[in-house]
Every structure is written in C-alpha cells, then in structure tokens.
C-alpha cells in the first residue's frame, strides 16, 4: 500500500538552529499539506500545495518558516531559527483529489530544547 | 468562534456502551465532512466520510446536519481498540484554496 514518507522520525535541535524536515507524497497526488500537531490539540494547517505552487501559507509563521515543493512532487519545510514553542509533530499529507481525503505520513517529532 | 469545535472529553465508555459525539463547524460554506481516527502518537487515518444521508460503516454512523452545522459520529458495542482521539474534520470550499480543517479532537477510552 503506498505511503506519504516523512523524515527524519524525529529530531532534537537547539533552539536558535536551523531545522529541515522532508516529506514525500503518494505517487500522482497533487495536493500536499503539511500540519503541525501540539500534543493533546488537533493538526493545525502550515501550508497547502497544488502541485508546486502554494495554495494557503496563510498561516505559516513567515518570519521563521518556510516550505516548498520545486518540482511538484516531494517537499522541504524549513524552520529557522527554532525557537521552544515549535516543540511538537509536523505532519505532511497527501491528496488525490483537490484535498477531499487526505492520507498522512507517520510525522516527525520535533523537540527544541 | 473556532472553525471546527468538539467536546475534548475525555469520554470514559464501558465496553459494549454505545456512545456518541458531536461537532459543530462555522463556515456554511463547508462542503465535505470527515471523522478522523487517531492513535496515541500515531498520524490521524481517515474512519469514514460523513454524508447529508447519513451513512454506516459496521458499528460506525456518521451523521451531517446541515442546517444546524454540526456532524455526529456514534459508536456501537465499543470495543476496547476503539479507544482513541477522533478528529472532525471540515473541507472548507466556496472559493480559494479548499482546506482540510481539523478539530481538537475528542478523546475515548473504552474501559474493560
């Protein structure tokens, strides 16, 4: 059965560091959405994507985040510099049809110390 | 008003109980429904979709009820593997970008 693949599974960083984590989608899916997940609160949208052009950034923290999708296949988000509060699992899915079911990858945990 | 609100609970069930609960969403111009499985620490999986008809899927109901936006999800003879968060979840629409909305979630534990 295929899969959207996450990595790393997880990652410890210092804060004030650079962070970078990567997600692959299911072949042939177009939309792409990468969530963060605070511990006990439901996924929050960071960023959608339509192929490799962004769709809604608007709540992706642009002084410290970034994410894109070059070629419209696999995907980099980018967090610099990490601060405490980024502390939590960043989840990426993947959708075949304009985002109706969207099926996740397994996350990266991300613990800023 | 939060986009997509449910009770956090957590429900304590005992085995075999049925129980249900609810979401409400803000946006009327919502226009697909999900309810969201998911385990501890583990990434959310779709459970099932849910319809203006309503629809079944085993001991799983799923109910919409678009004049009053809100959506149900009711369990039947709950077994103990059915203790998890459940995540509705709203597709936004009517323009712009189409979105996956998610709420807190609802936490069950089905008690032996």
């Known amino acids: 059965e295929a899969e959207v693949a996450q990595s790393p599974r997880y990652k410890i960083t210092e804060k004030s560091q650079a962070v970078a984590f990567w997600c692959d989608p299911i072949?042939?899916?177009?939309?792409l959405y990468w969530y963060r997940q605070i511990l006990g609160q439901g996924p929050e949208l960071l960023v959608q994507f339509q192929d490799e052009s962004v769709v809604d950034d608007s709540q992706l923290p642009k002084d410290r985040f970034s994410a894109e999708r070059l070629k419209g296949v696999d995907s980099t988000l980018k967090i610099q510099p990490a601060e405490l509060g980024d502390s939590a699992m960043y989840l990426c899915?993947?959708?075949?049809?304009?985002?109706?079911?969207?099926?996740f990858g397994q996350g990266t945990r991300l613990t800023v110390v | 008003r939060k986009e997509v609100e449910q009770d956090p609970g957590p429900f304590n069930v005992p085995e075999g109980a049925t129980v249900a609960f609810n979401c409400t969403y803000s946006n009327s111009a919502s226009q697909s429904f999900f309810w969201y499985r998911q385990d501890c620490r583990k990434e959310p999986k779709l459970l099932m979709s849910v319809y203006s008809s309503g629809n079944e899927d085993g001991r799983f109901t799923a109910q919409l009820n678009r004049a009053s936006q809100y959506i149900s999800l009711l369990i039947r003879d709950s077994k103990l593997s059915d203790s998890a968060t459940y995540l509705c979840v709203v597709l936004r629409g009517g323009g712009g970008a189409d979105g996956l909305t998610f709420g807190k979630g609802t936490h069950l534990i089905i008690q032996p």
């Open positions: 072949s042939g899916h177009a939309t």
């Open positions: 899915a993947s959708s075949p049809d304009g985002g109706r079911i969207a099926f």
